[in-house]
C-alpha cells in the first residue's frame, strides 16, 4: 500500500515511523523549506512515550537522552510566593517520566530514524480527488501524486480537514501565548524542576527544563483580540508589558530571550468530530482533534494515533474497515481529553486559577486519579 502523509510535524513523522516499521510505502509531504528549529518545548507523557515505545524503542530512547525529565512541580505566585511543590510521581506509578524535550530536537529524532528521500519538503498540499481505487493529491508547487492512502497530518489549520469535512475556521479560546526556548542558567531554574508562575488577573507562564542547559517559556493572556504582532520586537514587548514586576526569573528570562526567537501565538481548538475519514482519506494529531495546551497532551494524542492507525492498517482486511476501527477508538479518547483540556483550560486563567493548580498538582482532589490514570496508563495495544 503506498500512503501519503501530508504534514512533517510531529504527528506526521511518527506515523511514517509507524507506518514504515509494518513494512509500508510511505511518503511525508511538508510543506516547509527544512525542517528548522522553533521556539517551543513539549511535555511528553506516560502514554505518549509508550505509544513511541511500540513504535520504535530506540525513538524514545533517543528522546530521553536528549531531554530531560521532571522532578519536582512547583506553583508560585507572581509576588514569588509559593504555593505548593510536589514530586512528580508519573514513573512511579505509570513506569514513564514526564519528559520534557525541544521540539526541534523531538521533530529531528523523529526524521532520523526515517529514509530521508520520504520526505519531501517544499510540498504545500492544496487539495486532493478521490477515486474508486487511489487517492489524488495536490501540491503548490504544481506536482501530483497518487497514493492508496491520504493521511493529513497537516495542523489545526488542516488543508486535507477543510477539503474532507468543510468545518470551517478554528475557534479563538480567548488566549494569546508566547513560547521560547533559551539558555539562560539562574539559580531559580534547576534541572528536572518545571515552574509554574500564576496570577489572579488571566495570566500564567510555565518555566521547564527540557535539557541539555535549556529552559522553555510559555506565557498565556486571557486577551479578546486574537491578531499577533507583524514585528517580532512589538510581540516581544507586548509580553514584556504583560509579565512587568512578576518574580524572577520571569521578567529577566523574557527580557533575555532573542525577539526573533519568541513565538506568539492564538490558542484555537475546534470542536470534536464524530467521523475523520472518508474513503481512502483520514485525518491525524491536531488535524484530527486540536485542543487548547492546558493538559499538554496534543502531540501524546498524535503519538496514540499513530501507533493505532498503524496497527489496524496492518490487521485488518482492507483500508475502509481499518478507517473505521481507528476513528471508532481515537473519537471517544481524544473527545474525553478535548473536553478535559477545555475546562482545564478555562480555568487556569480565572482569578481562583491558583485552586485549579493546586488540585492539578494533587491528583486525590477533583477525581484527578481516575482521570489521570486512564489517560497515562493508556495502553499501546489495539485491543483495549
Ligand atoms: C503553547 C503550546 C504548548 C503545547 N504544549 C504541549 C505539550 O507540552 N505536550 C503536548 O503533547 N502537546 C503540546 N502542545 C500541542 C502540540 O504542539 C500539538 O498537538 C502537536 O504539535 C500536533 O502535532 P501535528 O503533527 O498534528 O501538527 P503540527 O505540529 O501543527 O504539524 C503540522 C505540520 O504540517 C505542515 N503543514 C501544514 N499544512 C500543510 C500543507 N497544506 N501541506 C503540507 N504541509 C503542511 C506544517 O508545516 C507542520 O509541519 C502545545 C501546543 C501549544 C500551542
Not at 520534557?100 to 529514509?115: D, E, G, M, R, V
Not at 519538503?121 to 489524488?136: A, P, S
Not at 491520504?150 to 488542516?158: C, E, K, R, V, Y
Not at 493572556?221 to 512578576?246: H, I, Y
Request: charged share 20%; with cysteine.
Amino acid at each position: 500500500m503506498n500512503i501519503a502523509i501530508i504534514g512533517g510535524g510531529i504527528g506526521g513523522l511518527a506515523t511514517a515511523n509507524a507506518l514504515f516499521k509494518k513494512g509500508f510505502k510511505v511518503q511525508v509531504y511538508e510543506r516547509a523549506q527544512a525542517l528548522r528549529p522553533i521556539g517551543a518545548g513539549l511535555s511528553l507523557t506516560p502514554n505518549g512515550l509508550n505509544s513511541l515505545n511500540a513504535i520504535q524503542p530506540a525513538i524514545v530512547e533517543s528522546i530521553m537522552s536528549a531531554g530531560s525529565p521532571t522532578h519536582t512541580l512547583t506553583l508560585k505566585r507572581s509576588t514569588g510566593e509559593v504555593i505548593a511543590s510536589e514530586p512528580m510521581t508519573t514513573m512511579q506509578q505509570y513506569g514513564q517520566p514526564m519528559l520534557n524535550i525541544q521540539w526541534s530536537k523531538l521533530q529531528a529524532i523523529l526524521a532520523s530514524t526515517l529514509p530521508p528521500e520520504i520526505i519531501h519538503l517544499q510540498h504545500h498540499c492544496v487539495g486532493f480527488e478521490q477515486q474508486d481505487n487511489k487517492v489524488e493529491v495536490h501540491f503548490a508547487n504544481g506536482k501530483t501524486v497518487q497514493a492508496d492512502l491520504l493521511i493529513g497530518a497537516d495542523g489545526i489549520n488542516s488543508v486535507v480537514r477543510q477539503e474532507l469535512i468543510g468545518d470551517g475556521t478554528p475557534t479563538y479560546a480567548g488566549r494569546m501565548s508566547w513560547r521560547a526556548v533559551i539558555q539562560y542558567p539562574h539559580e531559580q531554574l534547576s534541572p528536572n524542576i518545571a515552574t509554574l508562575v500564576t496570577a489572579s488577573d488571566g495570566k500564567n507562564i510555565v518555566l521547564i527544563d527540557v535539557g541539555e542547559g535549556y529552559t522553555f517559556w510559555s506565557a498565556g493572556v486571557l486577551l479578546a483580540d486574537d491578531s499577533v504582532c507583524q514585528q517580532a520586537s512589538d510581540a516581544k514587548a507586548r509580553v514584556l508589558e504583560f509579565f512587568a514586576g512578576w518574580t524572577e526569573p520571569v521578567e529577566a528570562i523574557i527580557e533575555a530571550t532573542p525577539e526573533e526567537d519568541i513565538v506568539e501565538r492564538p490558542i484555537w481548538d475546534r470542536l470534536p468530530l464524530p467521523h475523520w475519514s472518508k474513503g481512502r482519506v483520514t485525518l491525524l494529531g491536531d488535524a484530527a482533534h486540536p485542543v487548547v495546551p492546558s493538559l499538554g497532551q496534543g502531540a501524546n494524542m498524535a503519538f496514540e494515533d499513530a501507533y493505532e492507525l498503524a496497527e489496524y492498517l496492518s490487521t485488518a482486511p482492507d483500508i475502509e474497515t481499518a478507517l473505521n476501527a481507528y476513528e471508532n477508538s481515537r473519537v471517544p479518547r481524544t473527545e474525553v481529553i478535548y473536553n478535559r483540556s477545555a475546562v482545564r483550560g478555562h480555568d487556569s486563567y480565572r482569578p481562583d486559577s491558583e485552586t485549579t493548580f493546586v488540585k492539578m498538582m494533587n491528583p486525590s482532589q477533583m477525581s484527578q486519579d481516575d482521570f489521570q490514570a486512564w489517560l497515562y496508563s493508556y495502553p499501546p495495544s489495539i485491543f483495549h
